[in-house]
């Protein structure tokens, strides 16, 4: 325990280590992959499971199915527009994925996957791939008429198109970066003040009084991580479907 | 499933004559609290400047000209960070688009 030796030890948290004993070590097999499987099994099995009943009255499971369903659809529709369903798909797996892992991170003992920026720089890779394919597919080479504005005077070019092309190829940077910091911060935030409940705990006789303020710290971090984990998950696909959008219309 | 659609339909005037939905809002790029706001507007300045030092830095090892293209397009960067950044606020975007 990092509390014994006297230090913070907060981010160990993030290390990998093989799971499934020689077999995994062999092959590379971390938690965070094995938190990745349980994340797709259970989305799985959500939509799976709940889906099985298919009542009109949904019951509890049928219920948050169908919600996220039809969450990520609003997102889709809304920010896409026209031509934007066959998307759809892409995107709520995507969400789904980054919801799962950022929730299942919050379980004690779990490890979040979406707290590694190669786990998020990977799906922001992924993408960043999609929409410059979707784009060059529509509009083949009109394309490149994105990084040049129509009503800007020819002498500029120099400098806007370059501007333009850094700017979109910093998108898939900072949509893994805003991903990926938010849930280091949290989990860090979450184990500095845990470690100090154990170190004020051990302080004698009024330990335990002052060891409740971190305590309390943390019980109020835990519903404000649940709340990043959903909005962080929100954003990455309201600014996928963003992006998708500028891929389908253009501007 | 027609008559379910017909359904959810005149539900939906009902209780917009009801007032009983909020208008639905724009859910833009920037919907959230003021600090998620500052922190993306910062991840987008610092993105951007991040590929442009990269982008520089490489082309400079590349082309063996260190430092010139490093220090272009650093400004470059920045000037895409700044761009971002503006995107994010973008009039274009919120005041164009009907649903």
């Known amino acids: ?251 | 499933m027609a008559e379910d659609d017909g359904f959810e339909q005149r539900l939906r005037q009902a209780r917009a004559r009801q007032g009983m939905d909020p208008k639905p809002r724009l859910n833009g790029p920037l919907s959230g609290s003021s600090a998620s706001v500052g922190f993306r507007a910062g991840v987008e300045v610092v993105s951007a400047l991040v590929v442009g030092i990269a982008l520089g830095w490489y082309l400079d090892r590349w082309l063996g000209t260190w430092p010139w293209l490093f220090l272009l397009f650093f400004v470059i960067g920045s000037v895409a960070g700044v761009m971002n950044v503006y995107r994010l606020f973008d009039p274009r975007r919120s005041s164009g688009k009907q649903d």
């Not at chain 1, 992924?126 to 800007?152: D, M, Q, S």
């Not at chain 1, 109020?220 to 909005?231: D, H, K, S, W, Y």
């Open chain 1, 1 to 251: 325990m990092a509390a014994e030796s006297g230090s913070i030890d907060a981010l160990s948290q993030f290390e990998l280590a093989p799971v499934f004993g020689p077999v995994g070590a062999a092959v590379g097999f971390t938690q965070s992959n094995a938190h990745m499987l349980l994340a797709a099994g259970l989305i799985t099995a959500l939509l799976m499971f709940g889906m099985a009943a298919r009542a009109v009255v949904p019951g509890r499971l049928q219920s948050l199915a169908e919600s996220s369903y039809e969450f990520v659809h609003g997102i889709v529709d809304s920010q896409v527009g026209h031509g934007g369903k066959r998307f759809f798909p892409f995107v709520f797996t995507l969400f789904m994925f980054v919801l799962f892992g950022n929730m299942l991170g919050l379980f004690p003992y779990a490890f979040t996957y979406t707290s590694h920026l190669a786990v998020t720089f990977g799906l922001a890779l992924i993408v960043f791939v999609v929409i410059t394919a979707v784009a060059l597919a529509l509009h083949g080479r009109k394309f490149f008429g994105y990084f040049f504005p129509e009503g800007a005077p020819l002498w500029l070019a120099p400098i806007i198109v370059p501007v333009e092309v850094v700017s979109y190829l910093s998108r898939p940077v900072s949509l893994s970066v805003r991903l990926f910091a938010n849930m280091v911060a949290g989990h860090v935030l979450l184990k500095v003040f845990a470690t100090f409940v154990v170190m004020l705990g051990a302080l004698g006789a009024v330990g335990p009084l002052v060891a409740t303020l971190p305590l309390a710290v943390n019980v109020l971090l835990i519903g404000f991580e649940i709340l990043v984990a959903f909005l962080q998950a929100y954003v990455f696909a309201i600014l996928t479907s963003i992006y998708l959008h500028d891929a389908v219309h253009l501007h």
